[in-house]
């Protein structure tokens, strides 16, 4: 019984390839309580890798979170196998803007202590008492009220490309640190602002809404099923789209096209771009802004030294990594300091104030 992968990427890009046929990508979460963790993993790799699925999943004792890729002829035997798991059934798929036949290579459903990363203790707290949930109509009429604070949810390098008009985005690296920041700076208006927030998919606001109620906060919203849900509504609506530049995926796609506003720059010549890259340097691997111009001169690479490391024969970058780990560079995404044009670091609330605060 095979419970992992045995086919490398490129094996894996090669078959998707010569079978030619369209695949979906698509992102799903749940808060519930799983017992046997293990067991659940095993069933739903099981199960999914007979229907040619591939992503990353992470399950936990607190859920499930997975953004996947399925071949669009197997989504209704997924959606069917999703619907025999009583927690799953009919839960919100968010279906990608854009599709990638490549966007995963391999599937990986691993167990983690937490289906996100938050550094919270949730015994502390009730993870089901949840900010109200609101639709795309709704979420366009709570932003455009000057009583709202509308929060980005996602880190820095994710809301530098697009994020919504007047939203405060902290210049944060995780969730965890994104939490306390906003409890401090909102602390005076825990009765008489709506907090309003937002993310991908929907998954970090889910545990931020709880978080918030449980620090005080009356008036807590979300918008339901992320900035994903949010575009296919607006379009099958007709509603106005109030979101600017490209949402950040978390794929082999790096991003989504939600608006034809270009707002970020590239790290390199300070010229309008928001196509994420990761240096070509695998010791460096930085993932950092680079315009078309830059990646042709810089061969797709963050610095002069990564380039002349890049070009050399693989053996020899494999020796010249061999020891030495992972560059403390790759941690910063695009906050390295030999990027003459990275965002600055400011205080996250300071663009809001005038208008809300």
Known sequence: MQLYNNLSAKERAELIEQAGKERLTISFYKYAKIGNTEIFRNHLFLAWDALDVLGRIYVANEGINAQLSVPAENFEPFKNHLDT??????????????????????????????????????ASFDVTNKGIHVNAEKFNELIEDPNTVLVDMRNHYESEIGHFKNAVTPDVDTFRESLDLIEEDLREHKDDKKLVMYCTGGIRCEKASAYYKHKGFKNVFQLEGGIINYVRQIEAEGLENK??????????????????????????????????????????HLLFIQCDSCKEKMENCCSTNCMEISKLPYEEQKALRKGQGNSNDIFKKGRADHLPYKKDLRNIFETMKPNNI
């Open 85 to 122: 798991i009583s927690f799953l059934e009919n839960v919100r798929l968010n279906i990608a803007v854009e599709h990638d036949n490549f966007a995963f290579l391999k599937l990986k459903v691993k167990v983690r202590n937490k289906i996100v990363a938050d550094g919270l203790n949730d």
């Open 243 to 284: 979101f600017l530049g490209k949402n950040f995926v978390f794929d082999q796609r790096r991003s989504e096209r939600i608006s034809d506003d270009v707002i970020a720059n590239c790290h390199q010549c300070g010229e309008p771009a928001d196509l994420h890259t990761n240096c070509a340097n695998e010791a460096c």
